[in-house]
C-alpha cells in the first residue's frame, strides 16, 4: 500500500510544547475511560482531538468533551482533527484500524492485543516499518509500572545469571457471567478471537516474555466454557521451553473468586517472588548456586536433614512493596506516547512487541486443540488460522478471517 | 509364590498390649533414624527385634541397641526375631524384600517409593494382596501430618465441591553436589532409578493425589543433571488432567536454595492455599461460585473495574497454623504400623496406595523422553520399562532389570 495522508504524505508533525491531538476510536468502557483521563489534564503533552464510534448514540457522550464526532473512523483520521488515534475497539479490528491510520499520515496507539493472530498482527507489524517516520506503540499499560520497569532492569542487567525456571499464576482475572454478556463480540472465536487469553491475560504475557524472554515451545490446556456460559477458554495452563533448560509455566483463569497473583522468576545467582503485582521478594546470592552447592561439605548437608541448618541462610533477601494508582498506568503509556510522537521519548511499548503475546496466545489455543506441544521459533500460523476458522464457522455469528 | 512361613504359614501374631519386634533393614540415614527414635521410647507399641545391613562394620554401631545383627535380610526374616520389617534399602529393592518378608508371615513396612517401576510395585502389591492377613504399608510419614489429614477430610466432605484446579510448587528439596557423591546407587538410572521424582517427591506425589484424586493423564518436562552432575532429574515440571475439565501442575527441583511450597486447590465452593506445608487459609463461599457469578449486577461488576469492589470479599477465610516437631511423623507412622500390626487400628497408608506415586512419576518420565502426553489409565508399563533400561544399560554401571 502506498502512503496517501490527508497532509501530502507527510505524517502529522507535532511539534516541541504542542500537545498531541488524540482520535479515540471507539467509545466504550477503554476509550471512555482515556477521554476522561485525557481532560481531566492527566496526560500532559496531549488533548482530545475528536471521538468516533459506530454507535450514533454516543455523541451526546463525546459532545462532554468539546470535540467533533464521527462514526466513521477513516473520516476522522482523515478530518485534519486528529494527529493520532488509539483503536480501543473489537481486538479483531486492531490491524485495519491501524494501518488505515498509518496510510494517512497519522501516528497510532494499539490496544492489546495488537492482532488476533499473528497472521493479522504482522500484517500491521510489517506495514508500520515500512513507516518508521510514525509512531506505532501498543497499549501495554503494565509495562510501566515501576515494579516490573525495576525488574527488567534487574534481569536485563545479568546480576542474577541465567533463567532456570519461572511460574506465573495469574487467576484475579475474576469476571462474572455478565460480563461477558454485555457485547454480542464478547468471548466469541468471531468476535473476540478467545477468553482470557486475547482480553484479560495479554498484560502478563507480555510482561512475562519482557522478563524471561521469549519461549521456544508450548504445551497448554485450556478449559473452554469450563465455568462460564461462553465458547473461549475461562482457564488456561500453559508450560513452555525457553531453550538451555530453562522452562516456564502460566496459570491464568476468569472463575477464580479469590485470584492469585504470583510470579517466581528463579536464576543462578537468585530468585525473585513477586506477589499481587506489589510485593517483590529477591534473593540474591553472593555466587552461583551452582558454586555453593559443589562447595558445600557433607557435615553440613547433615545438619541441613536435623533442620539445624538452613540453606536459605545463605542468600540476602530484599523486600519492596509498590503503591499503584488506578489510571496511572494509562495516563502514562499516553504521556509517553505522546512524547514519543514529538520525538523526545522512545516508546516504553513499541507495536512490533505485540507480536510475542499473540504469538503465545494463539500457540497455547493450537496446543490445547491439537494436544501437541507447538513451536514458537517457526510458529505454524497457517495451521492455527484454519482451526480458528472452523470455530467461527460452527458459532455461525460471525465471518470466518481470510487465509 | 506360595507361603512358606517360619511358624507353619502362620503370620507373626501380635497380642494386644505387645510391642511389635521391628527388623531394620538397612541401617543407613533413615533406618539409623528410626532405631534411634524407636530406642529412645517415641514409637509406643514397638520395639527393634533385629537389625541388618549388608555393611559388616555397622555391626557396631548395631550393638547399641543390644539386638541381633545380620548381613541378610533373608536369615534375619527367617530368625524368629522380627514380628515385622522395614525397607529403608535403595528403592529399587523395596519389592523383593517386602515380597520375601510376606511370603515368610513377617509384616511390611516399605519405604516410599513402594517399587521403582510399576511393574515391580504392582508385583510387590499383588502379593501382598494374597496375603491380606499381613500387614503391608507404605512409608508416606507426610500423611501423618494433622494439616493434610484436616485438607483430607475436608475434601473428602464435599463441602468445597468439585475439583477445578490444583498446583504444587514443591522445590524446598534443595540437595548439593555432595548429597548425591554419598553413595554410588545415588541418582543413577541403574541404582536410584531416578531423581527429586524417586527420592523426594514422592511424599508430594502420594500427598497431592491423595488429596486431589488420581489424574487421567500427563504431560511433563524433566530437566536431566541441569544443574548437578547426575544423570537423573534435579528438576520437574508436570502438567496433570484430573478428567471433568480438573487441571494441576506440579513443579518440583532440587537446585533452588530458596525453595518454595506452596499448594493450591481451587474447587467449586473455595479455595485452600497451604505455605510451607505449615499455613493453610481456606476460603469458603456459602454457594458455588458459578451461581455467584450468574446473580451479580452488572453494575457491580463496574464497581469491580473501579476498584471499588473486591470480588474476595465474597468468601469467608479461615487461617490456620501447624506446628511440627522434627521427627514426630516417622514415629507416628512406626506407631500406627505397630497398632495395625496387633489389629487396633486401620493403616494410614496401606501399601498398595504407592503404586500411585511410582505409576505419576513413571509416567512424568515418560512424557519427558516422548516429548507426548501419557495416559495414566492404561499406563503403558512395558514402554516405560524399556526407555529406563537404554538408559541403565547406558550408564554401564548396574544391570537392567527383567522386562
Not at 492469585?260 to 503485582?277: F, H, P, Q
Amino acid at each position: 500500500m502506498s502512503q496517501t495522508s490527508d497532509n501530502n504524505g507527510r505524517p502529522h508533525a507535532v511539534a516541541t510544547g504542542e500537545p498531541v491531538r488524540l482520535g479515540v476510536v471507539g467509545l466504550g468502557t477503554e476509550g471512555g475511560m482515556y477521554a476522561q483521563f485525557i481532560s481531566a489534564g492527566r496526560v500532559p503533552g496531549m488533548r482530545i482531538g475528536a471521538i468516533c464510534d459506530i454507535l450514533s448514540d454516543k455523541q451526546q457522550q463525546a459532545q462532554e468533551y468539546g470535540v467533533p464526532f464521527y462514526t466513521d473512523y477513516r473520516e476522522m483520521i482523515t478530518s485534519g482533527t486528529v494527529d493520532a488515534v488509539v483503536t480501543t475497539v473489537p481486538h479483531y479490528i486492531h490491524p485495519e484500524v491501524g494501518i488505515y491510520a498509518l496510510d494517512h499520515g497519522v501516528h497510532v496507539l494499539v490496544e492489546k492485543p495488537v492482532g488476533v493472530y499473528t497472521a493479522q498482527a504482522r500484517e500491521l507489524i510489517e506495514f508500520a516499518a515500512d513507516h518508521s517516520e510514525l509512531i506505532f506503540g501498543v497499549f501495554f499499560n503494565q509495562r510501566t509500572n515501576p515494579l516490573y520497569q525495576d525488574l527488567r532492569a534487574l534481569l536485563a542487567s545479568g546480576e542474577l545469571g541465567a533463567l532456570r525456571h519461572t511460574t506465573w499464576t495469574i487467576t484475579t482475572w475474576w469476571r462474572p457471567q455478565g460480563y461477558y454478556e454485555q457485547s454480542d463480540w464478547r468471548a466469541t472465536w468471531g468476535g473476540e478471537g478467545g477468553g482470557v487469553l486475547v482480553n484479560q491475560a495479554p498484560h502478563q504475557l507480555d510482561l512475562w516474555q519482557w522478563l524471561c524472554g521469549i519461549p521456544e515451545s508450548v504445551f497448554a490446556k485450556c478449559q473452554y466454557g469450563f465455568r462460564r456460559a461462553i465458547a473461549v477458554e475461562d482457564e488456561v495452563n500453559a508450560m513452555v521451553d525457553f531453550g538451555d533448560g530453562a522452562t516456564g509455566t502460566f496459570i491464568t483463569a476468569t472463575h477464580d473468586l479469590v485470584g492469585t497473583d504470583r510470579l517466581e522468576i528463579l536464576c543462578d545467582r537468585g530468585k525473585i517472588v513477586v506477589e499481587d503485582s506489589r510485593r517483590v521478594t529477591i534473593a540474591r546470592l553472593n555466587q552461583d548456586e551452582r558454586a555453593v552447592s559443589d562447595a558445600m561439605p557433607m557435615e553440613q548437608v547433615r545438619e541441613m536433614f536435623k533442620g539445624e541448618f538452613d540453606p536459605a541462610s545463605l542468600v540476602t533477601t530484599e523486600v519492596k512493596e509498590y503503591d499503584s494508582v488506578w489510571g496511572q498506568q494509562h495516563c502514562e503509556v499516553l504521556r509517553n506516547f505522546a512524547a514519543a510522537v514529538r520525538g523526545e521519548e522512545e516508546l516504553l511499548a513499541p507495536g512490533g512487541d505485540g507480536i510475542h503475546g499473540v504469538r503465545l496466545a494463539n500457540a497455547i489455543h493450537l496446543s490445547s486443540w491439537t494436544g501437541r506441544e507447538v513451536a514458537l521459533s517457526d510458529f505454524d500460523e497457517t495451521a492455527y488460522l484454519k482451526l480458528l476458522n472452523e470455530r467461527i464457522s460452527a458459532e455461525g455469528k460471525f465471518e470466518v478471517r481470510p487465509l
